[in-house]
């Protein structure tokens, strides 16, 4: 079946460093692909999406690129700062009626002012 | 506002009680989706609605879990005889069709707590 596995966590960082948060994913054919990120006492929200191979997606500083070759969709941010604490999900979704979505685990980031 | 609403917010429950939960999709969205989180986990799929039709519930985890949205619009997810094990977070979401494209607007959630 599909799965998305994301790096274990928590992360913690200080205030301007560089965050990668690696995200593999196993499925057949070709999902789009999603970060989310919940930040605390809100709902999830869209972060940036990639719909083929070589995509990018970025928003807010944020970038992610579909590599079908490695089946990875890593997020990285130049500088992170303190409001960018939050849990970060890995997901993909196919095309079709039921477009659910399959998440990671997620991963806790905390950045240290 | 203008975007999916849940409610309640939090329930607690003794274990054996039945519980409704309530998702305010956003208006006119056709699709409309329940995922469960439980605490350290990403969420996970319970089932699928377009309009009034229930067309996967193959994410249910038991016979517990019923889902419906008679009028296509707001949708009921409830279990019966509730377990400890079913202390998550319930999460609902809408996007506007059928189209695996369209965002999906995901609502705060209900946070459930079975005693």
């Known amino acids: 079946g599909n799965s998305v596995t994301q790096m274990e966590g928590p992360v913690t960082l200080s205030e301007e460093a560089f965050l990668t948060i690696n995200c593999t994913y196993t499925?057949?054919?070709?999902?789009?692909l999603f970060w989310y990120v919940q930040y605390p006492g809100e709902g999830l929200q869209l972060l940036l999406k990639?719909?083929?191979?070589?995509d990018k997606g970025s928003n807010k500083g944020f970038e992610a690129t579909y590599r079908k070759e490695t089946t990875s969709f890593h997020l990285e941010k130049g500088s992170v700062q303190v409001s960018d604490s939050a849990v970060y999900f890995c997901?993909?979704?196919?095309?079709?009626?039921?477009?659910?979505?399959?998440f990671g685990k997620g991963i806790t980031l905390s950045v240290r002012p | 506002g203008a975007g999916v609403s849940q409610s309640p917010r939090y329930k607690v429950a003794k274990r054996g009680q039945d519980v409704a939960l309530r998702c305010d999709p956003i208006s006119g969205h056709v699709s409309l989706f329940w995922y469960q989180q439980a605490l350290g986990q990403g969420p996970e799929f319970l089932t699928y609605f377009q309009n009034e039709a229930q067309l996967d519930k193959s994410g249910l985890p038991s016979d517990r879990f019923f889902a419906e949205r008679p009028e296509g619009s707001v949708s009921t997810l409830k279990i019966q005889r509730t377990q400890q094990e079913d202390s998550a977070v319930y999460l609902c979401?809408?996007?506007?069709?059928?189209?695996?494209?369209?965002?999906?607007?995901f609502g705060d959630g209900t946070r459930l707590s079975i005693l």
């Open positions: 997901a993909l979704r196919y095309t079709g009626a039921n477009s659910k979505l399959t």
């Open positions: 499925a057949t054919g070709y999902p789009s």
């Open positions: 990639a719909t083929k191979a070589d």
């Open positions: 979401a809408s996007s506007p069709s059928t189209g695996g494209n369209q965002p999906q607007h």
